[in-house]
């Protein structure tokens, strides 16, 4: 019978040489005592489980709304000129969107591991695709994109509250109490994000029924373009997509918390075609009631499509309400940024693709606190270094090669 050689027993040695032996023969259970120690010790700080339904959902709504909003009906408006044609664009990019939805519902069931997207392009390209998108994840599209929106809330945090503090600082401090905040666990960042998503449901909500109930106006049908699969038109659809892709854009976040979903399978494959659908649906309405109220010419002719149907219902008061919503949008968008995004960095350090303390979880937290950490950081660099509009085209050149 063939032995591996390393498994062959050693020769019985004579006197005292019998005794070392003796030590020798039980080194490999002492070896294998000490590897089961290591091995469970590593098993017990895997990330914990603990997020559901109600959490995917939240963060899958929260990876998408943001502020744009509030401003993005009146750049619609811009590019195509009639209701139909604007209504359309809307329920087209969201159809789009529930594609990707499934898609991705798809992937998370078949891959429901930490990482979200960063696993997807490892296993189906190659592991140098996942490496150059996790690494542009830090240095430039989270982090430049967080700065940007840090940047954006330190402005109008500044306009509420007349406070002439500085715009970095600002901007510095909101990082780093979010960073602080998401180091506590999973749990503790999906709370507040929860809590930001649903003011944010809030806040739209109020503008849609405010709208409706005090604004007055109607939606008024107005004539079909002569030629609609005319180059022309079809040029104005393509150019009035771009604004609707940038506010559909996002969901695929929630799917980087995949590793402390209880049934990943299940909840982030629901949460994600329940978060798109229902960000469809708000948005959907935010453009009917800005119609109504200011109809397409109006919509078509102002910068600020929220602020005017809420000046329209409820008068001055109503810009300062949208003010506010747009502030707790930028907050609810870097609180989702900071939950999320860092466990790709901590997929990435356990695949032996980052630093190997970016792999490491805080014992009471079961967090990436190194990733979070690293990433605020970041973050707080680029929203000191510049302006939001250096920052922006900073940020989307690179961001445009890895959107989905």
Not at 69 to 76: D, L, Q, W
Not at 109 to 115: D, I, M, N, S
Not at 247 to 263: C, I, K, L, P, S
Not at 294 to 323: E, H
Request: charged share 10%.
């Amino acid at each position: 019978m063939l032995r591996t050689p390393h498994l062959n027993p050693l020769p019985l040695l004579k006197g005292r040489g019998e005794k070392n032996h003796g030590r020798c023969a039980r080194g490999p259970r002492m070896l294998d005592d000490f590897e089961h120690l290591i091995l469970k010790r590593m098993d017990s700080l895997k990330p914990r489980r603990q997020l559901g339904l109600f959490d995917a959902t939240m963060i899958v709504m929260g990876g998408i709304v943001g502020a744009g909003i509030f401003a993005n009906p009146s750049e619609v408006a811009h590019r195509v000129h009639t209701p139909f044609l604007i209504l359309g664009v809307w329920v087209l990019g969201g159809i789009f969107a529930m594609w990707g939805a499934f898609i991705w519902a798809e992937l998370a069931t078949r891959l429901p591991g930490t990482g979200g997207q960063y696993l997807y392009l490892r296993e189906a390209y190659h592991p140098a695709v996942a490496f150059v998108y996790g690494w542009g994840l830090l240095l430039v599209t989270q982090t430049g994109g967080m700065a940007a929106v840090a940047v954006i809330f330190a402005s109008y945090f500044r306009a509420l509250t007349g406070l002439a503090w500085n715009g970095s600082v600002t901007a510095a401090a909101v990082l780093l109490g979010l960073t602080g905040i998401n180091c506590l666990g999973a749990r503790a960042g999906s709370n507040v994000q929860s809590v930001f998503m649903l003011l944010r449901i809030a806040a739209i909500a109020g503008l849609v029924i405010f709208g409706f109930a005090l604004g007055g106006g109607s939606l008024k049908s107005e004539p079909l373009p002569a030629s609609p699969f005319s180059p022309g038109v079809l040029a104005s659809i393509g150019s009035a997509m771009v604004p609707v892709a940038f506010a559909y854009g996002g969901w695929q976040t929630a799917t980087f918390v995949a590793g402390e979903m209880r049934d990943a399978r299940r909840d982030l494959s629901r949460g994600l075609l329940m978060g798109v659908a229902g960000v469809v649906a708000l948005y959907l309405a935010v453009n009917f009631v800005c119609l109504r109220v200011l109809g397409s010419a109006g919509l078509d002719a102002t910068m600020t499509p929220a602020s005017d149907v809420m000046r329209a219902a409820i008068g001055s008061r109503g810009a300062q309400w949208i003010a506010a919503g747009i502030t707790i949008s930028t907050l609810g968008f870097l609180s989702q940024s900071v939950l999320t995004a860092p466990r790709v960095y901590y997929a990435m350090a356990r695949d032996g693709l980052f630093f190997a303390s970016v792999g490491k979880l805080w014992q009471r937290s079961r967090a990436p606190v190194v990733a979070i950490i690293l990433q605020g950081l970041a973050a707080i660099v680029i929203a000191c270094s510049g302006t939001y509009g250096q920052i922006l085209n900073f940020e989307v050149t690179v961001d445009f090669i890895f959107s989905p």
